[in-house]
């Protein structure tokens, strides 16, 4: 069945670390998004890459990288210079024509510990 | 700066209701709309996508309509079940293909 996938569901970061987080999608879809969930906040855009070897910044996006070298990749690392790492993650993908629905893999939670 | 205003923040009904969220945005100049739903620790699940030159868009119970010269969008769901309750999200997208979302609403329905 096609869809986006992320792992791991849970993520437990010692202080200091680097951290990555893994998307994958077999829709095909050419654009894919990172968004972060706080509690009683909406959903802020991290990066997001609307093509292949290419990625802009949201508007949260110290602390974090992402690379884009495959079409269905997207993973997204959390450095150890974000200083509240600690949250939901959300990634996303869409087609890249304008008016395409967006889907949302089942979110990463990670904790800092 | 585009910001996306959901209302209620929370809401409860009894089961058969029916029932009206809100979302509100700054700028009109948006490509589409589109309603989620977040059931708790879980990802985003699409529910309806409404295109700037649609007004309303229905699935099931669910029926969605956009007026853009407002800047409002509004998700009718018809006789309420306990298995709707979640948060709902509303997010617009822009012409650089972001989508920005609202907070949210929590709905309860109760049996």
């Known amino acids: 069945d096609g869809g986006i996938t992320q792992s791991p569901k849970y993520l437990f970061r010692k202080e200091g670390q680097n951290v990555t987080l893994s998307c994958e999608q077999n829709?095909?879809?050419?654009?894919m998004y990172w968004y972060r969930q706080d509690p009683g906040q909406g959903l802020r855009l991290i990066y997001y890459?609307?093509?292949?070897?290419?990625?802009q910044k949201g508007d949260i996006a110290e602390g974090y990288s992402v690379s884009r070298e495959k079409k269905e990749s997207f993973p997204l690392t959390v450095t150890s210079a974000q200083k509240n790492p600690t949250a939901f993650y959300l990634c996303?993908?869409?087609?890249?024509?304008?008016?395409?629905?967006?889907?949302f893999g089942q979110g990463t939670r990670l904790t800092v510990v | 700066k585009q910001e996306v205003t959901q209302i209620p923040a929370a809401l409860s009904v009894p089961e058969g209701e029916n029932l009206v969220l809100n979302c509100s945005f700054t700028?009109?100049?948006?490509?589409?709309l589109q309603w989620f739903r977040q059931d708790p620790g879980k990802g985003l699940t699409s529910l309806l996508l409404?295109?700037?030159?649609?007004r309303e868009q229905t699935s099931g119970r669910l029926n969605a309509s956009l007026d853009k010269s407002s800047g409002r969008s509004t998700l009718y769901i018809a006789a309420s079940q306990p298995g709707d309750s979640a948060t709902y999200l509303c997010?617009?997208?822009?012409?650089?293909?972001?989508?920005?979302f609202g907070t949210g609403t929590r709905l309860t329905v109760i049996p």
């Open positions: 996303a993908s869409s087609g890249r024509r304008m008016n395409t629905e967006a889907f």
């Open positions: 890459s609307q093509i292949v070897n290419d990625f």
């Open positions: 409404i295109q700037s030159s649609q």
């Open positions: 997010a617009w997208e822009t012409g650089a293909n972001n989508l920005f």
């Open positions: 829709l095909n879809h050419d654009a």
């Open positions: 700028d009109s100049a948006i490509y589409n």
